[in-house]
C-alpha cells in the first residue's frame, strides 16, 4: 500500500506529538511497500501475514526513505 500524505504539516505535527519529537523533514508519501519507497517517503514496517517488512528496511532507507517506522527496535 502506497498512501499520499495529504496536508503533511498536520501529519508532521502529529507524529512529532506522538513520538515526543521536532523533526522538520519534507516527506511525500507513506508506504508499507518498500518496492514503492522513493526520496522523502515513509516506510512503516510491518509484520504481515506474508513477510516481514523488517527485512526491508535497508532497502527503504537505500530508495532514499526519510523515516521509517517499525514494530520491532
Known amino acids: 500500500m502506497h498512501f499520499n500524505i495529504?496536508?503533511?504539516e498536520i501529519f508532521m505535527q502529529?507524529?512529532?506529538?506522538?513520538?515526543n519529537t521536532d523533526c522538520s523533514i519534507?516527506?511525500?508519501n507513506i508506504s508499507i511497500d518498500s518496492r514503492y519507497i522513493?526520496?522523502?517517503d515513509i516506510f512503516v514496517a510491518i509484520?504481515?501475514?506474508k513477510?516481514?517488512?523488517h527485512l526491508?528496511?535497508?532497502e527503504a532507507i537505500s530508495d532514499g526513505a526519510s523515516i521509517i517506522l517499525?514494530?520491532?527496535k
Open 56 to 58: 526491508y528496511v535497508d
Open 6 to 8: 495529504g496536508d503533511k
Open 14 to 19: 502529529s507524529l512529532n506529538e506522538y513520538y
Open 47 to 49: 509484520k504481515g501475514e
Open 70 to 72: 517499525c514494530e520491532e
Open 38 to 40: 522513493s526520496e522523502k
Open 26 to 28: 519534507d516527506i511525500m
Open 51 to 53: 513477510t516481514n517488512g
